[in-house]
């Protein structure tokens, strides 16, 4: 396998926990690395490569690097400092409806984070447009999944799973093992809020062994977290504290620094 046809593999394709990564030889290729060692947690990594991005002469690509470094910031929980990124991100983004709808779809985020709720609807509603004027599969599948996450904070668990539902169904036809397993977060959280627990549970317990077999350490801090609350089927309560506070202690040692919010 050559080294693109690797990091395009572990950014977007059946093998998120390959590492270590081989070297990006082009801008491209920076930007897979980057979104790889990020899914994996390894932050300083990750910003590493999109430093060099922020300055590279193709917009599009700038863009996306931005978007992606907000990305991380709200794994962290900094909504707040990510908005920033993303409204980079989106001034960049030029009449690239790819990166136009990464930032819009990250701004919504953004927005949702810190109660903008309406904001967050209408940054959705911009991104639609964009989303279906994009090639790019994933895109619909991060449109639903802060569609579900707006609903729930809203209250509103029947829509969450109508979003999160149609997230898993896109997963499952894009090549990302990653976004599978995220959908599967997501539709996790969002039966929770709909009360549903039983199911959640045990989507949550799947995806939790899945995401320690990936090496997905943010996706596991989130699965335990989760678990923490509606409680485990497969692990006793001091277990899911122990998965939840060593993920948590990986991610500050490859160079995440969680937020205060």
Same mark, same amino acid.
């Given at each position: 396998m050559t080294n693109r046809a690797a990091l395009f593999d572990a950014a977007f394709g059946e093998r998120p926990q390959a590492w270590p990564l081989p070297a990006a030889t082009d801008p491209e290729q920076r930007w897979w690395r980057a979104v790889a060692a990020g899914g994996q947690g390894r932050y300083a990594v990750a910003l590493g490569e999109l430093g060099t991005l922020h300055r590279t002469s193709a917009p599009a690509l700038r863009s996306l690097a931005m978007s992606t470094r907000a990305s991380f910031l709200r794994q962290l929980g900094g909504h707040r400092e !990510?908005?920033?990124?993303?409204? +980079? *991100?989106? @001034? %960049? /983004?030029?009449?690239?409806?790819?990166?136009?709808?990464?930032?819009?779809?990250?701004?919504?985020?953004?927005?949702?984070?810190?109660?903008?709720?309406?904001?967050?609807?209408?940054?959705?509603?911009?991104?639609?447009?964009?989303?279906?004027?994009?090639?790019?599969?994933?895109?619909?599948?991060?449109?639903?999944?802060?569609?579900?996450?707006?609903?729930?904070?809203?209250?509103?668990?029947?829509? !969450?799973?109508?979003?999160?539902? +149609? *997230?898993? @169904? %896109? /997963?499952?036809?894009?090549?990302?093992?990653r976004h599978r397993l995220k959908s599967e977060v997501v539709l996790a959280a969002a039966l929770c809020s709909h009360g549903q627990l039983d199911r959640s549970r045990a989507i949550a317990d799947a995806a939790l062994d899945r995401s320690g077999d990936l090496g997905l350490v943010p996706l596991r801090w989130a699965l335990a977290s989760l678990l923490a609350d509606i409680g485990s089927a497969a692990y006793t309560p001091g277990q899911v504290s122990d998965f939840r506070v060593a993920s948590a202690d990986t991610v500050r040692r490859r160079g995440g620094v969680w937020s205060d919010r």
């Open positions: !990510a908005a920033g990124w993303d409204g +980079r *991100a989106l @001034a %960049a /983004a030029g009449g690239d409806a790819e990166a136009v709808a990464d930032a819009l779809i990250g701004l919504a985020a953004d927005a949702l984070g810190v109660g903008r709720f309406a904001a967050s609807e209408r940054l959705l509603d911009c991104a639609v447009g964009p989303v279906d004027d994009a090639d790019d599969a994933r895109l619909p599948i991060r449109l639903d999944w802060v569609g579900a996450e707006l609903a729930m904070m809203r209250g509103d668990g029947a829509t !969450a799973v109508v979003h999160a539902e +149609r *997230a898993v @169904a %896109a /997963a499952a036809a894009h090549p990302s093992t």
